[in-house]
């Protein structure tokens, strides 16, 4: 979740509805400027003891914020507390439960990605080795309750603490023992925006299945491959799914920002704290009627806010965000970007790509949607099953990165990073399977053993 950062134009008012697309339209850019940004979230862990650290205890979060902060990134305060680390554009942030956030900075390549990861997980390595922790990338913490998830000190958090058990059942669990992956891409149009939102949000599903890493709960496998992905579902209906009208004529800029309009705020900000708006109307706030606020009208910074508070499976702001991957190993959280970079940078990979998905109906997303988290690759699809969509998905994404050719100091282009996504693809085995496959043989029940043998 976002760490807010802004400028001097963000504070100016915005003075009609019209500017809230103006603002989304701004992300369009030449192709030979797009970029790409990482995401990733992580487990912090002791290694003694296998649990969360807390914020204040010792080799807590706080400790690990400092210990990252020897390595240049400069802190951002909130109520007295480090809550985020920012060195140039990238930056380390904290979600609610302590999991460790790396903001990755706007790159070139995938290769960049890989080089800003593998520094990033050196850094913390080496802190982590003097603190007695460990990192796991994971979607869903395997093996503890929710009521023993540390709370971090960022006012945001306890607004949504308190509004989530009102509108879902699993909100909590999204915000104190989830890790995702996702990339952030760029569009040079509105045209381009629509064509890419349309097919990355068709085709997340597929994302999903591929990346696919939370099957335990409290030390048990829980029914689901995707647990991450499932606990979307029961979240906030208001502000998460496949929004079917992405895919209506006439979609574009004005359109999601109408949808935004209808998300209910969570906060406004205002003299460094976070004031409860959770509930409230964006709409009534460009009227001057919120009444958290009364009689005032919105800034640019509080629109940019707001948009960071909607979570469907694709998000739009200045550019597209991917949302619907599992957290996992390091090769693993590379491979998302290399997809994503390869079916919708390349024209030719996102024409292959529309073709695959333009005429699957606003009932076939939602049944993807539904039934991946628990059944992967095997979920049933048009006399199929989606592994031939995978298939097909990833084959487009190669082809893309081959069309870049992007290479790296050891020659190879930006398809290398796709060699794992190819075998999950072709076997049909996604990783939470092969996790399971150990849970019930050589780890005879044990869950602990995926801290040794999948963390950082």
Same mark, same amino acid.
């Given at each position: 979740?976002?760490?807010?950062?802004?400028?001097?134009?963000?504070?100016?008012?915005?003075?009609?509805?019209?500017?809230?697309?103006?603002?989304?339209?701004?992300?369009?850019?030449?192709?030979?400027?797009?970029?790409?940004?990482?995401?990733?979230?992580?487990?912090?862990?002791?290694?003694?003891?296998?649990?969360?650290?807390?914020?204040?205890?010792?080799?807590?979060?706080?400790?690990?914020?400092?210990?990252?902060?020897?390595?240049?990134?400069?802190?951002?305060?909130?109520?007295?507390?480090v809550i985020a680390l920012k060195k140039g554009d990238a930056s380390v942030s904290l979600e609610p439960g302590g999991q460790l956030e790396l903001s990755g900075a706007?790159?070139?390549?995938?290769?960049?990605?890989?080089?800003?990861?593998?520094?990033?997980?050196?850094?913390?390595?080496?802190?982590?080795?003097?603190?007695?922790?460990?990192?796991?990338?994971?979607?869903?913490?395997?093996?503890?309750?929710?009521?023993?998830?540390?709370?971090?000190?960022?006012?945001?958090?306890?607004?949504?603490?308190?509004?989530?058990?009102?509108?879902?059942?699993?909100?909590?669990?999204?915000?104190?023992?989830?890790?995702?992956?996702?990339?952030?891409?760029?569009?040079?149009?509105?045209?381009?925006?629509?064509?890419?939102?349309?097919?990355?949000?068709?085709?997340?599903?597929?994302?999903?299945?591929?990346f696919a890493n939370s099957p335990f709960t409290e030390g048990k496998p829980n029914g689901f491959l995707s647990y991450r992905s499932h606990i979307w579902t029961d979240?906030?209906?208001?502000?998460?799914?496949?929004?079917?009208?992405?895919?209506?004529?006439?979609?574009?800029?004005?359109?999601?920002?109408?949808?935004?309009?209808?998300?209910?705020?969570?906060?406004?900000?205002?003299?460094?704290?976070?004031?409860?708006?959770?509930?409230?109307?964006?709409?009534?706030?460009?009227?001057? +009627?919120?009444?958290? &606020? #009364?009689?005032?009208?919105?800034? @640019?910074?509080?629109?940019?806010?707001? /948009?960071?508070? *909607?979570?469907?499976?694709?998000?739009?702001?200045?550019?597209?965000?991917?949302?619907?991957?599992?957290?996992?190993?390091?090769? +693993?959280?590379?491979? &998302? #970007?290399?997809?994503?970079?390869? @079916?919708?940078?390349?024209?030719?990979? /996102?024409?292959? *790509?529309?073709?695959?998905?333009?005429?699957?109906?606003?009932?076939?997303?939602?049944?993807?949607?539904?039934?991946?988290?628990?059944?992967?690759?095997?979920? #049933?699809?048009?006399?199929?099953? @989606?592994?031939?969509?995978?298939?097909?998905?990833?084959?487009?994404?190669?082809?893309?990165?081959?069309?870049?050719?992007?290479?790296?100091?050891?020659?190879?282009?930006?398809?290398?990073?796709?060699?794992?996504?190819?075998?999950?693809?072709?076997?049909?085995v996604t990783p939470a399977e092969r996790l399971l496959t150990a849970y019930h043989g050589p780890w005879h029940g044990d869950v602990t053993r995926i801290f040794r043998?999948?963390?950082?």
């Amino acid at each position: 979740m976002s760490t807010r950062v802004s400028s001097t134009d963000d504070e100016r008012t915005l003075e009609s509805r019209a500017a809230l697309a103006e603002y989304l339209a701004t992300g369009s850019k030449p192709e030979e400027s797009w970029r790409l940004g990482t995401e990733h979230e992580k487990f912090a862990y002791t290694l003694d003891t296998l649990t969360p650290p807390s914020y204040d205890a010792p080799g807590g979060i706080r400790d690990i914020l400092a210990g990252l902060a020897a390595f240049g990134w400069e802190p951002i305060i909130e109520g007295g507390n480090v809550i985020a680390l920012k060195k140039g554009d990238a930056s380390v942030s904290l979600e609610p439960g302590g999991q460790l956030e790396l903001s990755g900075a706007p790159l070139e390549t995938v290769h960049g990605t890989a080089d800003e990861l593998d520094s990033h997980l050196r850094e913390c390595l080496a802190v982590g080795e003097t603190l007695g922790v460990g990192f796991l990338g994971h979607g869903f913490t395997p093996n503890r309750r929710r009521d023993e998830m540390p709370v971090m000190p960022k006012g945001r958090y306890g607004i949504m603490m308190n509004h989530m058990p009102k509108v879902g059942g699993l909100g909590l669990d999204m915000m104190f023992r989830t890790c995702t992956v996702q990339v952030n891409l760029d569009f040079s149009s509105e045209a381009d925006m629509v064509k890419k939102f349309r097919v990355s949000l068709a085709l997340q599903p597929v994302a999903t299945a591929l990346f696919a890493n939370s099957p335990f709960t409290e030390g048990k496998p829980n029914g689901f491959l995707s647990y991450r992905s499932h606990i979307w579902t029961d979240t906030d209906p208001n502000r998460t799914g496949m929004l079917p009208f992405v895919f209506e004529d006439g979609f574009g800029f004005e359109r999601y920002a109408e949808y935004m309009l209808d998300v209910p705020m969570y906060f406004v900000f205002r003299d460094g704290k976070y004031i409860d708006a959770a509930g409230q109307s964006f709409r009534d706030f460009m009227d001057g +009627r919120l009444p958290a &606020l #009364p009689g005032e009208r919105p800034s @640019l910074a509080d629109w940019k806010d707001h /948009l960071s508070t *909607a979570f469907p499976e694709v998000r739009l702001k200045t550019f597209l965000e991917m949302r619907g991957a599992d957290c996992g190993p390091a090769q +693993r959280i590379v491979g &998302l #970007p290399a997809l994503w970079v390869g @079916l919708l940078y390349d024209r030719s990979a /996102l024409d292959a *790509a529309w073709d695959l998905v333009k005429d699957w109906t606003n009932e076939e997303h939602e049944q993807l949607r539904r039934d991946v988290p628990r059944l992967g690759l095997k979920t #049933p699809f048009r006399g199929g099953t @989606l592994q031939e969509i995978a298939k097909q998905a990833v084959a487009i994404a190669d082809a893309g990165l081959k069309a870049r050719n992007r290479l790296n100091a050891a020659g190879q282009t930006e398809q290398v990073h796709l060699n794992e996504l190819h075998e999950i693809a072709k076997t049909g085995v996604t990783p939470a399977e092969r996790l399971l496959t150990a849970y019930h043989g050589p780890w005879h029940g044990d869950v602990t053993r995926i801290f040794r043998e999948e963390s950082y």
